[in-house]
């Protein structure tokens, strides 16, 4: 189950999320997550892994279903491994965050997305995304 302040987040944020369990971690779902301009589509859906010990643990990587392309036709890094999850086949983004970058007691899932934004955005600028 999800800390209440990240709950609390999503409701607001999020509307239409959802969790489940599967294989020992938590599966959050974002669905129609907003993407930035240079992708072939506006929105997709955004999965979280998150492991039992998050928050403590930070999340890492993340998945889109349907996959998700640059308008240009140029490939994205590190996006070329699909995996299944739920009964779906979703696109992994195999981002990590450095260490000591998440801060237990501070960072949460609004941070997290933040990043995950931020990814996005020089995603669909760089030309070796």
Same mark, same amino acid.
């Given at each position: 189950?999800? @800390?209440?302040?990240?709950? $609390? ?8 999320? #959802?969790?489940?369990?599967?294989? /020992?971690? %938590? ?38 279903? @349907?996959?998700?392309?640059? $308008? ?8 070329? #491994?699909?995996?299944?999850?739920? /009964?779906? %086949? ?40």
């Amino acid at each position: 189950m999800l @800390p209440l302040y990240d709950q $609390a987040f999503l409701d607001e944020r999020h509307p239409g999320w #959802s969790q489940a369990q599967e294989g /020992g971690m %938590l599966c959050v779902i974002l669905p129609g997550f907003r993407l930035p301009a240079g992708f072939t589509m506006a929105a997709s859906n955004l999965l979280l892994r998150l492991s039992s010990g998050y928050p403590d643990i930070p999340p890492d990587m993340w998945w889109f279903e @349907p996959f998700v392309c640059r $308008a240009d036709g140029a490939a994205i890094d590190r996006t070329d #491994s699909h995996e299944h999850y739920l /009964g779906r %086949l979703w696109q992994r983004w195999s981002r990590h965050l450095d260490p000591g970058h998440w801060r237990s007691g501070v960072d949460s899932l609004e941070s997290y997305l933040s990043l995950v934004n931020s990814q996005l955005i020089a995603a669909a600028r760089s030309r070796a995304a």
